[in-house]
T-cell receptor
Framework: KNEVEQSPQNLTAQEGEFITINCSYS?????LHWLQQHPGGGIVSLFM???GKKKHGRLIATINIQEKHSSLHITASHPRDSAVYICAVHFGNEKLTFGTGTRLTIIP | EPEVTQTPSHQVTQMGQEVILRCVPI?????FYWYRQILGQKVEFLVSFYNNEISEKSEIFDDQFSVERPDGSNFTLKIRSTKLEDSAMYFCASSEVGTQETQYFGPGTRLLVL
């Protein structure tokens, strides 16, 4: 069965801390997305990657195809980073399969 | 910056009624999607649409659902006879040239079926 697992489910950290959110998947994929869901419900795409590493500002996403694993890192975390972070993958087709998300809370 | 828009933002309907959720994708995008998120659960893929036809659909997207691009700008999701379990947030998204590209999401329509 094609599954996406995220860890941790919830993460609370102090402002300034380095954050890591993990995503693993059951079988080979063609691409992986990291998304951010705001408290109001809106979804923003952060990264789409199929290999290697991407960086945008304080956000870094990495993927290890052999290990079937991706990580999202946030450097110098800030309270405005508080949101749900969602990993979603293409298991070789158009359909996106979503993880359950990681709820991140950054305390000032 | 171009964005995906959705109307209405909230809709309340009676069980058995038909609803139409509307989306305006980003103008030069070619691929369109509908997703739903039941409260407290993960986002689920419903359907993808390209070149005026469905390119892929999930098991959830049964005969009560249909999609249409009635003109050059709108993309609609119709639920023919709503059920209580259709209550969810429905997101539209679009991508420029392929399904495995960055997808841009609309703000969602919160549907409540009573």
């Amino acid at each position: 069965k094609n599954e996406v697992e995220q860890s941790p489910q919830n993460l609370t950290a102090q402002e300034g801390e380095f954050i890591t959110i993990n995503c693993s998947y059951s079988v080979g994929i063609s691409a992986l997305h990291w998304l951010q869901q705001h408290p109001g419900g809106g979804i923003v795409s952060l990264f789409m990657l199929s290999s290697g590493k991407k960086k945008h500002g304080r956000l870094i996403a990495t993927i290890n195809i052999q290990e079937k694993h991706s990580s999202l890192h946030i450097t110098a975390s800030h309270p405005r980073d508080s949101a749900v972070y969602i990993c979603a993958v293409h298991f070789g087709n158009e359909k996106l399969t979503f993880g359950t998300g990681t709820r991140l809370t950054i305390i000032p | 910056e171009p964005e995906v828009t959705q109307t209405p933002s909230h809709q309340v309907t009676q069980m058995g009624q038909e609803v139409i959720l509307r989306c305006v994708p980003i103008s030069n995008h070619l691929y369109f999607y509908w997703y739903r998120q039941i409260l407290g659960q993960k986002v689920e893929f419903l359907v993808s649409f390209y070149n005026n036809e469905i390119s892929e659909k999930s098991e959830i997207f049964d005969d009560q659902f249909s999609v249409e691009r009635p003109d050059g700008s709108n993309f609609t999701l119709k639920i023919r006879s709503t059920k209580l379990e259709d209550s969810a947030m429905y997101f539209c998204a679009s991508s420029e040239v392929g399904t495995q590209e960055t997808q841009y999401f609309g703000p969602g329509t919160r549907l409540l079926v009573l």
